[in-house]
């Protein structure tokens, strides 16, 4: 049987296996050891044990159970609703000015966290039901927040940005720096769009003639100050070269989980049970996934099937713009199905040699496949951000709820247009601050 026959045989039994609503990791793993014993026999299966313990043997993974444990301090306690109203009285002026306040409280939020489901859970029980108090379409209402969730995985420290390192051996420092400037031009995109239509519409968030004073401002930003500077210290002595990912993530999570307690109260054990088993679920679910990815991997490489795959586009002599779109696009179809964790892991191995022969940046790629990822958020049929805003507001169809994703969407293909003119957005930073590195 031919390398490419497997490939389609491998490729048709992973989509069913992943639709059918198997865990990932179960999923991944089991379609690994199957085609490793039925193409190379029952010896395959010596090294099995031992390339998955290879997939988690790498000191870098610890900064994933630290960051989640960052957001998961952060989520656990008001800082979401905090900053919010924080953001609400500075912003109110603006039309619009309370999902405007919504998209700046995800971008922050996304910043703490790094994890967009709770980015979009946080934001959304405080700011979706007061949006529809106040009289906003329900469409603008709940499409905002899953839009502005979606930051949680552009804008660092994102989890995706290291799972794409580690899947790609790329530097993290440069893929956290590399999401900061289009992390801010997609939210400048996403409040463009609001103001737009807002201001079409007619809405106000507040009667023309009120005024937060002076006081009511400054009095919402010292429960939130705390949590802005761990983030900014936290950037600062990972990107000044004093702590490695791993150990700048470790001192945050201490941080965050210290000023959680202290600023919000949460003495109860039950509330930091939670934190805990918050923290070791998700930890586990991404750890399982690299490792059964990386069992996946492997045997897509030793039946030849990743090199076939680079053979064959690499023959095909197309502009590299074509080769790009249709990566895109290949991403983009991926995402609907597949949970960005496993779409990352599986393909990066397989297009970063495709994308570095045809010299596009392996770090500007980085943010490309994110936002890709984003969109895979906001789009059914996965679409995990509609499904928890869903959940949020109840009354809301669901169907309404896409319809007002849809512009989102639209402006994160925007994003990715406009990076693939101006690539220095994202290598920009990482270049100035780390130097520029030779492709």
């Known amino acids: 049987m031919s390398p490419t026959t497997q490939g389609l045989i491998v490729l048709v039994v992973t989509l069913a296996v992943l639709l059918s609503g198997a865990p990932v990791a179960f999923g991944l793993g089991a379609v690994a050891l199957s085609f490793l014993v039925i193409f190379q026999g029952a010896d395959a299966l010596r090294v099995a044990a031992e390339t998955f313990y290879a997939g988690l043997n790498d000191f870098t993974l610890v900064s994933i159970p630290m960051f989640v444990l960052m957001g998961a301090a952060i989520g656990s306690s008001p800082a979401g609703k905090d900053l919010y109203e924080a953001l609400d009285r500075w912003l109110y002026r603006l039309p619009g000015g309370l999902v405007i306040s919504n998209l700046g409280a995800c971008a922050i ?181 690299i490792a059964a990815a990386v069992l996946f991997g492997y045997m897509l490489t030793s039946l030849y099937l990743t090199q076939t795959l680079a053979q064959a586009i690499a023959d095909m002599h197309a502009n590299k713009w074509v080769l790009m779109f249709l990566i895109n696009v290949f991403l983009l179809v991926c995402g609907f199905f597949i949970p960005p964790a496993a779409i990352i892991l599986m393909t990066s191995p397989i297009l970063l040699p495709i994308i570095t022969t045809a010299g596009f940046d392996p770090v500007w790629f980085g943010v490309i496949m994110t936002i890709n990822m984003e969109v895979g958020l906001i789009h059914p049929p996965v679409g995990l951000n509609i499904y928890i805003v869903n959940a949020i507001a109840p009354d809301v169809p669901v169907e309404k709820v896409m319809w007002g994703t849809i512009p989102y969407v639209l402006c994160m293909f925007l994003a990715i247009i406009i990076l693939c003119f101006f690539p220095e957005i994202a290598t920009w930073l990482p270049d100035y601050l780390m130097g520029a590195t030779k492709h």
Not at 244 to 250: F, K, L, M, Q, R
């Open 109 to 289: 939020f996304a910043a703490l966290t790094g994890s967009s489901p709770a980015c979009c859970a946080a934001i959304g029980k405080m700011g979706i039901p007061e949006m529809r108090s106040r009289g906003y379409p329900d469409d603008v209402a709940t499409g905002s927040i899953c839009a502005g969730g979606t930051l949680g995985i552009l804008i660092p420290p994102s989890i995706t940005f290291i799972l794409y390192g580690i899947a790609t051996e790329t530097s993290i420092g440069r893929l956290f720096l590399a999401g900061v400037l289009p992390g801010l031009m997609l939210t400048g995109l996403f409040m463009l769009w609001t103001l737009f239509i807002i201001w079409k519409r007619g809405f106000r968030s507040h009667a023309i003639d009120f005024r937060y004073s002076w006081k009511e401002k400054f009095q919402s930003i010292p429960k939130i100050a705390p949590f802005i500077a761990i983030i900014a210290g936290v950037m600062y002595v990972l990107y000044g070269g004093v702590a490695t990912p791993s150990e700048a993530a470790g001192v945050g999570a201490a941080l965050c989980v210290l000023l959680a307690v202290v600023i919000y109260k949460l003495w109860n054990p039950q509330d930091l049970w939670k934190i805990l088993r918050d923290t070791t679920r998700e930890s586990v679910m991404i750890l399982m996934i």
